[in-house]
């Protein structure tokens, strides 16, 4: 089984940009990524539209037979992922059938902080998902939008796998127990986010994987141990390559609880999205069985946006 025989998704891409065209999406190309959600603002949406329509090696992936279309034609599949909502889904909830119509297929009701949605997870109350959440989770699953739990506080991601009708996805996030950190998962919601045929998106993020001196072994551990607790089934993989200055980091919305100073230094061994077949390499070492390795580098999401995406 070979690593470009494989679809491969990623769910979390901040860095692939619209309006640029250097290394970086090279690099991409070269770890044979099939698809990725690409980081999207409503505002960034027409400069990606212009892009697809001047570049023939992108495809909008609005539909999953699109990734299958992708692989197989060679392009890139560009997912749209909105990480902080924007103002119109809190002005109305059914906004989520414009951003739907617009190509959004992927959406977090929280970053880091307090939203009008429900507590993210550095939120000091830890609060859970409010009314106007749980209106709103109605309906992105009403409009087949997947709806993602990472950056969401840990109280508020329950109550979102409660109150949704579809499963739900965490695009970028590791296992608590691993690793202890405010945005990790703790098995409590690994497992709840399964028994509703979720998926969990294991990342490279630094302070995600290992405090100190991170490595792609150190991440293949959260790996092991959610799919220990709730099967390889609901493994895939969220890579969240991202850099801010450190005047970003000091601005508050980064906590020293989950983020450590930058400059951020991804795992030795996943630096890039170039290295993305050190980690299909890595599962097979781990003993990982094909069908295993065949949905976490892709199929298991690719099979989550089947049963969600309308």
């Known amino acids: 089984m070979g690593h470009r025989e494989l679809i491969i998704i990623n769910g979390a891409e901040v860095l692939a940009r619209p309006h640029e065209r250097g290394p970086?999406?090279?690099?991409?190309?070269?770890?044979?990524i099939t698809a990725f959600a690409a980081t999207a603002g409503r505002a960034h949406l027409p400069a990606w539209f212009r892009r697809f329509r001047d570049d023939d090696g992108l495809l909008h992936v609005t539909e999953p037979r699109h990734v299958r279309e992708a692989k197989a034609a060679g392009r890139l599949g560009v997912i749209f992922h909105v990480q902080k909502p924007p103002p119109e889904l809190a002005a109305d909830p059914d906004e989520a059938w414009n951003l739907q119509r617009l190509g959004?297929?992927?959406?977090?009701?929280?970053?880091?902080?307090?939203?009008?949605?429900?507590?993210?997870?550095?939120?000091?109350?830890?609060?859970?998902?409010?009314?106007?959440?749980?209106r709103a989770v109605a309906a992105l699953n009403e409009a087949g939008v997947l709806i993602d739990v990472s950056h969401?506080?840990?109280?508020?991601?329950?109550?979102?796998?409660?109150?949704?009708?579809?499963?739900?996805?965490?695009?970028?996030?590791?296992?608590?127990?691993?690793?202890?950190?405010?945005r990790n998962l703790r098995d409590e919601a690994i497992i709840a986010i399964a028994e509703r045929g979720g998926v969990v998106g294991v990342t490279a993020f630094?302070?995600?994987?290992?405090?100190?001196?991170?490595?792609?072994?150190?991440?293949?551990?959260?790996?092991?141990?959610?799919?220990?607790?709730?099967?390889?089934?609901h493994v895939g993989f969220g890579?969240?390559?991202?850099?801010?200055?450190?005047?970003?980091?000091?601005?508050?919305r980064f906590s020293p609880a989950a983020y450590a100073p930058p400059p951020w230094v991804f795992p030795a061994g996943i630096a890039g999205p170039e290295e993305v077949p050190n980690l299909t390499a890595g599962l097979v070492r781990r003993g990982c069985d094909p069908?295993?390795?065949?949905?976490?580098?892709?199929?298991?999401?690719?099979?989550?946006?089947?049963?969600?995406?309308?």
């Open 239 to 252: 890579l969240d390559f991202c850099s801010i200055p450190q005047a970003s980091w000091e601005s508050g």
């Open 24 to 32: 970086y999406w090279q690099r991409i190309r070269d770890g044979g």
């Open 291 to 310: 069908a295993a390795v065949r949905g976490i580098m892709g199929e298991n999401l690719l099979r989550l946006f089947e049963a969600v995406w309308r």
């Open 152 to 182: 969401a506080g840990h109280r508020t991601a329950l109550d979102i796998v409660a109150a949704s009708s579809q499963p739900v996805v965490v695009s970028h996030s590791n296992a608590d127990a691993v690793c202890s950190n405010p």
């Open 206 to 233: 630094p302070s995600l994987v290992r405090w100190r001196e991170p490595t792609l072994e150190r991440m293949i551990d959260h790996i092991d141990h959610i799919a220990a607790l709730v099967g390889h089934e």
């Open 104 to 134: 959004v297929r992927m959406l977090q009701l929280t970053y880091n902080e307090r939203s009008p949605f429900g507590d993210g997870c550095t939120e000091r109350a830890g609060g859970g998902l409010s009314d106007l959440g749980a």
